[in-house]
Each structure stands twice: as structure tokens, then as C-alpha cells.
């Protein structure tokens, strides 16, 4: 089956860094890739999506200029949260269109910021 | 703009019992309904998919169910044991990304 990676699997950081966190699908093309947000005891909310070699389209509510979306390439997708905040501690979760149909999710990223 | 709902949002079972989740969703419009299943700090692993077409999806212990005129999904679950303690997602798709549910909260108790 299709697989989906992430990087890092969790992540400490201090308050007004930036962190990136990278999601590749491994043994197939992703033309669309999809980033989602999960507080505790929340469900994932979809937060934007990313199109290869274009633009990403935001929720929303999600500020584009604090959640930076990088679609470089079809196996490649990267989320950098600029000055994090402590309120930006959450699971965040990629996935990767393998079709129409179907999404193939990475393991997640935890993010914490102190 | 669809909305998921999942009921109950936690259960607490007995090991061997046989047990349903309930799924709603608001667009009957959808392309098909997926149910997840989440371990405490964990990514998602994919259960059952049925495509809009389909009433059901079995596997193994699991048997999903779909009414997509009522907007409504049910997961059985067989003979419940320890291991199927985690959060169930349900996820619908139409012509946006996955939309899910909250989830149910699941322990199954030995």
C-alpha cells in the first residue's frame, strides 16, 4: 500500500522559532497534498491544501503567512509554522492524494512549543 | 459546508462484546465514507472505505455501513477485545478534502 512519511516525528521548540515539519509520499506521485491540524480530544481539521508547483489553498482562519506551504514536488510537501506560539502545540497530520478517491495519511507530528 | 458527528463520543465495553458506532453527516452529496482508527499520539490507520455506491465494507471483525440518503454510517465491531481500544474517526469525501468526525472514544476492558 501506499505510504506517507513525515519529519520529525515530534518536535520541541521555543516560543518565536520556526519549525518545519516535511511529509513525502513514498512509492507513489502526489499531485495534491493535504495538511490537517488535531488538538486533543479534537478531530483533524483540515487546515490547507497543497497542489504541486502551485499555490496552497487555505481554510478558513488558517493565516497563510504563519503556516507556510511548500509543494516542491510531486513525492515532497512542507509545513513551516513561522513564530510559533504556545497555542500552536498540536498534532499535525499530512496526507497524500493517491487518486480521486483516496487519502493516505502520514503518522503525524507533534508539536510542542514552550 | 458538511458537518460530521460521531455518537457516542466515548464507550466503555466489556471485553467480547459486540458494539456500533454512529456516523452523521450533514451532505448526502458525498463520493464515499471512511472510518479511522487513531492510538492515543498516533497517525491514522484506514479501517473501512465504501464508496458512495455501497451499503457495506466488512473486514474481519468490522462491518461498516452506509445510508447516504439519511446521511448516517455505522461501524460494527464483533467481539470486541483489548487491542480495538482507540479513537474511531469517521470521514466523509465530496468535493472537498476529508471532513471528520470528532471521534468515539473506545476502551474495551478485560
Known sequence: GAVVSQHPSWVICKSGTSVKIECRSLDFQATTMFWYRQFPKQSLMLMATSNEGSKATYEQGVEKDKFLINHASLTLSTLTVTSAHPEDSSFYICSAAGGKDTQYFGPGTRLTVL | ?110
Open chain 2, 1 to 110: 459546508k458538511q458537518e460530521v458527528t460521531q455518537i457516542p463520543a466515548a464507550l466503555s465495553v466489556p471485553e467480547g462484546e459486540n458494539l456500533v458506532l454512529n456516523c452523521s453527516f450533514t451532505d448526502s452529496a458525498i463520493y464515499n465514507l471512511q472510518w479511522f482508527r487513531q492510538d492515543p499520539g498516533k497517525g491514522l490507520t484506514s479501517l473501512l472505505l465504501i464508496q458512495s455506491s455501497q451499503r457495506e465494507q466488512t473486514s474481519g471483525r468490522l462491518n461498516a455501513s452506509l445510508d447516504k440518503s439519511s446521511g448516517r454510517s455505522t461501524l460494527y465491531i464483533a467481539a470486541s477485545q483489548p487491542g480495538d481500544s482507540a479513537t474511531y474517526l469517521c470521514a466523509v469525501r465530496g468535493n472537498t478534502p476529508l471532513v471528520f468526525g470528532k471521534g468515539t472514544r473506545l476502551s474495551v476492558i478485560a
